[in-house]
Protein backbone atom coordinates (compact mmCIF):
# COMPACT_ATOMS: atom_id res chain seq x y z
CA UNK A 1 0.00 0.00 0.00
CA UNK A 2 1.50 3.27 -0.89
CA UNK A 3 -1.26 5.60 -0.98
CA UNK A 4 -0.17 9.55 -1.71
CA UNK A 5 -1.43 11.57 1.59
CA UNK A 6 -3.52 14.75 1.01
CA UNK A 7 -3.19 17.07 3.93
CA UNK A 8 -6.27 19.23 4.59
CA UNK A 9 -5.49 22.89 4.84
CA UNK A 10 -9.16 24.43 5.96
CA UNK A 11 -8.96 28.45 6.12
CA UNK A 12 -12.02 28.50 7.31
CA UNK A 13 -14.30 29.88 10.65
CA UNK A 14 -16.56 26.92 10.72
CA UNK A 15 -14.88 23.91 9.40
CA UNK A 16 -16.24 20.81 11.44
CA UNK A 17 -13.12 19.41 13.02
CA UNK A 18 -10.68 23.00 12.61
CA UNK A 19 -13.02 25.67 11.76
CA UNK A 20 -10.93 28.99 12.44
CA UNK A 21 -7.25 27.34 13.76
CA UNK A 22 -6.03 28.19 10.33
CA UNK A 23 -8.13 31.41 9.39
CA UNK A 24 -5.17 33.53 9.13
CA UNK A 25 -3.21 33.08 6.32
CA UNK A 26 0.12 32.99 7.54
CA UNK A 27 -1.07 30.43 9.94
CA UNK A 28 -2.45 27.81 7.50
CA UNK A 29 0.87 28.38 5.31
CA UNK A 30 2.25 27.07 8.04
CA UNK A 31 0.36 24.24 9.02
CA UNK A 32 0.73 23.44 5.44
CA UNK A 33 4.11 23.27 5.89
CA UNK A 34 4.29 20.94 8.74
CA UNK A 35 1.49 18.81 6.66
CA UNK A 36 4.40 18.50 3.80
CA UNK A 37 6.84 17.88 6.53
CA UNK A 38 5.57 15.20 8.57
CA UNK A 39 4.68 13.61 4.87
CA UNK A 40 1.64 14.75 2.90
CA UNK A 41 2.00 14.99 -1.01
CA UNK A 42 -0.49 17.30 -2.26
CA UNK A 43 -2.15 19.72 0.57
CA UNK A 44 -6.05 20.49 -0.06
CA UNK A 45 -6.79 23.95 0.53
CA UNK A 46 -10.31 24.92 1.05
CA UNK A 47 -11.99 28.01 2.28
CA UNK A 48 -15.65 26.48 2.70
CA UNK A 49 -17.23 24.49 4.81
CA UNK A 50 -18.95 21.21 3.66
CA UNK A 51 -20.24 19.77 6.66
CA UNK A 52 -23.61 18.90 6.56
CA UNK A 53 -26.01 22.39 6.99
CA UNK A 54 -22.69 24.74 5.98
CA UNK A 55 -24.04 28.11 5.09
CA UNK A 56 -22.71 29.01 1.47
CA UNK A 57 -19.67 31.24 1.41
CA UNK A 58 -19.62 34.59 -0.89
CA UNK A 59 -17.06 34.08 -3.54
CA UNK A 60 -15.04 36.92 -2.68
CA UNK A 61 -14.71 35.93 0.70
CA UNK A 62 -13.71 32.80 -0.52
CA UNK A 63 -11.25 34.05 -2.45
CA UNK A 64 -9.93 36.37 0.32
CA UNK A 65 -9.20 33.20 2.44
CA UNK A 66 -7.34 30.85 -0.10
CA UNK A 67 -5.72 33.22 -2.21
CA UNK A 68 -2.65 33.48 -0.25
CA UNK A 69 -2.48 29.96 1.54
CA UNK A 70 -2.19 28.36 -2.20
CA UNK A 71 -0.19 31.23 -3.34
CA UNK A 72 2.19 30.80 0.04
CA UNK A 73 1.92 27.03 -0.49
CA UNK A 74 2.22 26.10 -4.54
CA UNK A 75 6.26 26.90 -4.53
CA UNK A 76 7.22 24.08 -2.61
CA UNK A 77 4.25 21.28 -3.15
CA UNK A 78 1.32 20.42 -4.99
CA UNK A 79 -1.15 22.06 -4.42
CA UNK A 80 -4.98 21.20 -4.89
CA UNK A 81 -8.00 23.90 -4.57
CA UNK A 82 -11.23 22.29 -2.44
CA UNK A 83 -14.14 24.38 -4.02
CA UNK A 84 -16.89 23.92 -6.51
CA UNK A 85 -16.80 27.75 -7.21
CA UNK A 86 -14.91 28.69 -10.64
CA UNK A 87 -13.57 31.98 -9.93
CA UNK A 88 -12.39 30.82 -6.99
CA UNK A 89 -10.58 27.44 -8.44
CA UNK A 90 -9.61 30.22 -11.29
CA UNK A 91 -8.00 32.57 -8.94
CA UNK A 92 -6.38 29.03 -6.99
CA UNK A 93 -4.93 27.83 -10.10
CA UNK A 94 -3.46 31.39 -11.02
CA UNK A 95 -1.88 31.49 -7.76
CA UNK A 96 -0.33 27.83 -8.57
CA UNK A 97 -2.99 25.35 -7.43
CA UNK A 98 -2.71 22.41 -10.09
CA UNK A 99 -5.64 20.31 -9.20
CA UNK A 100 -9.06 21.77 -8.55
CA UNK A 101 -11.26 19.06 -5.99
CA UNK A 102 -15.01 19.87 -6.62
CA UNK A 103 -16.95 17.85 -3.84
CA UNK A 104 -20.24 18.55 -6.58
CA UNK A 105 -18.03 16.60 -9.35
CA UNK A 106 -18.94 20.06 -11.31
CA UNK A 107 -22.23 20.05 -11.23
CA UNK A 108 -22.49 23.38 -8.91
CA UNK A 109 -21.12 25.25 -12.08
CA UNK A 110 -20.63 23.05 -15.16
CA UNK A 111 -17.57 25.14 -16.23
CA UNK A 112 -15.39 24.25 -13.63
CA UNK A 113 -14.82 21.54 -16.54
CA UNK A 114 -13.71 23.93 -19.47
CA UNK A 115 -11.70 25.49 -16.80
CA UNK A 116 -9.80 22.32 -16.29
CA UNK A 117 -9.74 21.64 -19.51
CA UNK A 118 -8.25 24.66 -20.29
CA UNK A 119 -5.59 24.56 -18.17
CA UNK A 120 -4.84 20.45 -18.40
CA UNK A 121 -5.15 20.03 -14.55
CA UNK A 122 -6.42 17.36 -12.22
CA UNK A 123 -9.73 17.37 -11.21
CA UNK A 124 -11.42 15.12 -8.46
CA UNK A 125 -14.66 14.48 -8.69
CA UNK A 126 -16.47 13.29 -5.89
CA UNK A 127 -20.02 12.04 -5.16
CA UNK A 128 -22.51 14.26 -3.61
CA UNK A 129 -26.26 13.61 -3.47
CA UNK A 130 -27.83 17.48 -4.10
CA UNK A 131 -25.58 20.00 -1.35
CA UNK A 132 -24.31 20.14 1.86
CA UNK A 133 -27.65 21.72 3.28
CA UNK A 134 -29.86 19.64 2.41
CA UNK A 135 -27.62 15.94 1.42
CA UNK A 136 -28.35 14.80 5.03
CA UNK A 137 -32.41 14.96 4.61
CA UNK A 138 -32.98 11.19 4.74
CA UNK A 139 -30.23 9.75 2.15
CA UNK A 140 -31.50 6.47 0.43
CA UNK A 141 -29.93 4.30 -2.14
CA UNK A 142 -30.92 0.90 -4.33
CA UNK A 143 -27.26 -0.36 -3.81
CA UNK A 144 -25.22 2.51 -2.37
CA UNK A 145 -22.18 1.13 -3.85
CA UNK A 146 -23.83 0.81 -7.40
CA UNK A 147 -25.63 4.72 -7.51
CA UNK A 148 -22.11 6.00 -6.29
CA UNK A 149 -20.30 4.39 -8.92
CA UNK A 150 -22.86 5.08 -11.25
CA UNK A 151 -22.81 8.55 -10.26
CA UNK A 152 -19.01 8.91 -10.65
CA UNK A 153 -19.01 7.08 -14.39
CA UNK A 154 -21.36 10.01 -15.63
CA UNK A 155 -19.27 12.86 -14.06
CA UNK A 156 -16.15 11.47 -15.60
CA UNK A 157 -18.00 10.98 -18.94
CA UNK A 158 -19.27 14.88 -18.38
CA UNK A 159 -15.69 15.78 -17.54
CA UNK A 160 -13.84 14.25 -20.49
CA UNK A 161 -17.05 15.45 -22.91
CA UNK A 162 -15.97 19.00 -21.98
CA UNK A 163 -12.25 18.07 -22.85
CA UNK A 164 -10.55 17.03 -19.58
CA UNK A 165 -8.24 14.67 -20.05
CA UNK A 166 -9.55 11.34 -18.71
CA UNK A 167 -5.85 10.74 -17.54
CA UNK A 168 -6.37 13.85 -14.62
CA UNK A 169 -9.37 12.32 -13.71
CA UNK A 170 -9.55 11.22 -10.32
CA UNK A 171 -12.42 9.71 -8.58
CA UNK A 172 -14.12 9.91 -4.86
CA UNK A 173 -17.24 8.13 -3.61
CA UNK A 174 -17.54 11.14 -0.79
CA UNK A 175 -17.44 9.16 2.69
CA UNK A 176 -19.34 11.35 4.92
CA UNK A 177 -21.86 13.36 2.00
CA UNK A 178 -25.04 12.43 2.13
CA UNK A 179 -25.26 9.03 3.75
CA UNK A 180 -26.12 7.26 6.12
CA UNK A 181 -23.62 5.52 9.08
CA UNK A 182 -24.77 2.32 6.81
CA UNK A 183 -23.65 3.84 3.80
CA UNK A 184 -20.28 5.28 4.53
CA UNK A 185 -19.42 1.91 6.16
CA UNK A 186 -20.81 -0.40 3.03
CA UNK A 187 -18.56 1.96 0.76
CA UNK A 188 -15.11 1.55 2.81
CA UNK A 189 -15.97 -2.59 2.47
CA UNK A 190 -16.95 -2.50 -1.18
CA UNK A 191 -14.57 0.29 -2.24
CA UNK A 192 -12.57 -2.22 -4.40
CA UNK A 193 -15.62 -2.08 -6.78
CA UNK A 194 -14.70 1.33 -7.69
CA UNK A 195 -11.53 0.37 -8.76
CA UNK A 196 -13.86 -1.18 -11.93
CA UNK A 197 -14.13 2.81 -12.78
CA UNK A 198 -10.56 2.54 -14.11
CA UNK A 199 -8.89 6.16 -12.34
CA UNK A 200 -7.41 6.55 -8.95
CA UNK A 201 -9.28 7.01 -6.14
CA UNK A 202 -9.45 9.50 -3.36
CA UNK A 203 -11.04 8.72 0.16
CA UNK A 204 -11.55 11.74 3.10
CA UNK A 205 -12.65 9.78 5.89
CA UNK A 206 -10.62 12.08 8.49
CA UNK A 207 -12.62 13.51 11.64
CA UNK A 208 -15.65 12.01 9.92
CA UNK A 209 -19.06 12.36 12.42
CA UNK A 210 -19.90 8.42 10.93
CA UNK A 211 -16.81 7.89 13.27
CA UNK A 212 -18.42 9.55 16.29
CA UNK A 213 -21.53 7.20 15.32
CA UNK A 214 -19.78 4.12 15.76
CA UNK A 215 -17.97 4.75 19.20
CA UNK A 216 -19.51 8.11 20.47
CA UNK A 217 -16.40 9.87 20.30
CA UNK A 218 -16.07 13.56 19.61
CA UNK A 219 -14.56 15.22 16.67
CA UNK A 220 -11.83 16.13 18.50
CA UNK A 221 -11.27 12.56 19.61
CA UNK A 222 -11.46 10.44 16.02
CA UNK A 223 -7.72 9.82 15.12
CA UNK A 224 -8.22 6.28 15.95
CA UNK A 225 -10.89 5.67 13.54
CA UNK A 226 -9.89 8.03 10.67
CA UNK A 227 -6.76 5.65 10.67
CA UNK A 228 -8.68 2.37 10.43
CA UNK A 229 -10.41 3.46 7.96
CA UNK A 230 -8.14 5.27 6.11
CA UNK A 231 -5.33 1.68 6.34
CA UNK A 232 -8.61 -0.22 5.28
CA UNK A 233 -9.32 1.71 2.36
CA UNK A 234 -5.29 1.63 1.18
CA UNK A 235 -5.91 -2.01 1.21
CA UNK A 236 -8.84 -2.08 -0.68
CA UNK A 237 -7.16 0.28 -3.59
CA UNK A 238 -7.16 3.60 -1.99
CA UNK A 239 -4.95 6.17 -3.96
CA UNK A 240 -5.36 9.06 -2.21
CA UNK A 241 -5.80 9.21 1.64
CA UNK A 242 -7.57 12.91 2.76
CA UNK A 243 -6.50 13.18 6.07
CA UNK A 244 -6.17 16.38 8.43
CA UNK A 245 -3.34 13.73 11.07
CA UNK A 246 -0.77 13.38 8.49
CA UNK A 247 2.15 12.18 10.51
CA UNK A 248 -0.17 9.73 11.97
CA UNK A 249 -0.86 8.76 9.29
CA UNK A 250 1.97 7.76 7.76
CA UNK A 251 3.23 5.65 11.09
CA UNK A 252 0.04 3.88 10.97
CA UNK A 253 0.71 2.89 7.14
CA UNK A 254 4.76 2.02 7.67
CA UNK A 255 3.36 -0.56 10.29
CA UNK A 256 0.34 -1.91 8.58
CA UNK A 257 3.34 -2.31 5.31
CA UNK A 258 5.64 -4.08 7.75
CA UNK A 259 3.31 -6.41 9.11
CA UNK A 260 2.13 -7.12 5.08
CA UNK A 261 5.66 -7.29 4.55
N1 LIG B 1 -14.34 15.97 2.71
C1 LIG B 1 -14.43 17.25 3.15
C2 LIG B 1 -14.11 18.31 2.30
N2 LIG B 1 -13.67 18.09 1.05
N3 LIG B 1 -13.07 16.60 -0.68
C3 LIG B 1 -12.95 15.34 -1.14
N4 LIG B 1 -12.50 15.11 -2.38
N5 LIG B 1 -13.28 14.26 -0.35
C4 LIG B 1 -13.74 14.41 0.92
O1 LIG B 1 -14.04 13.37 1.58
C5 LIG B 1 -13.89 15.74 1.45
C6 LIG B 1 -13.54 16.83 0.59
C7 LIG B 1 -14.91 17.51 4.55
O2 LIG B 1 -13.84 17.60 5.47
P1 LIG B 1 -13.21 18.96 6.02
O3 LIG B 1 -12.58 19.75 4.92
O4 LIG B 1 -12.30 18.66 7.15
O5 LIG B 1 -14.42 19.75 6.65
P2 LIG B 1 -15.23 21.03 6.20
O6 LIG B 1 -15.91 20.68 4.91
O7 LIG B 1 -16.20 21.28 7.33
O8 LIG B 1 -14.25 22.17 5.98
Known amino acids: ???????????????FSDGGQYLDP??????????????????????ESTRPGAEEVDEAEELRRVEPVVAGLAGSTTV??????????????????????????????????????????GAVLMHMPGNPRTMQDDPRYDDVVDDVKAFLAER???????????????????IGFGKTLEHNLELLRRLGELRGLGRPLVVGT????????????????????????????????????????????????AVANAVLG
Open 80 to 121: SIDTSKLAVAEAALDAGASIVNDVTAFKHEPEMAGLCAERGV
Open 206 to 253: SRKSFIGKVDGSGVEDRIGGSIATSVLAAAEGADVLRVHDVAEMVQAL
Open 1 to 15: MNPKLMGVVNVTPDS
Open 26 to 47: EAAVRHGAKLVGDGAAILDVGG
Open 156 to 174: MEFAVGHGVGEERIWLDPG
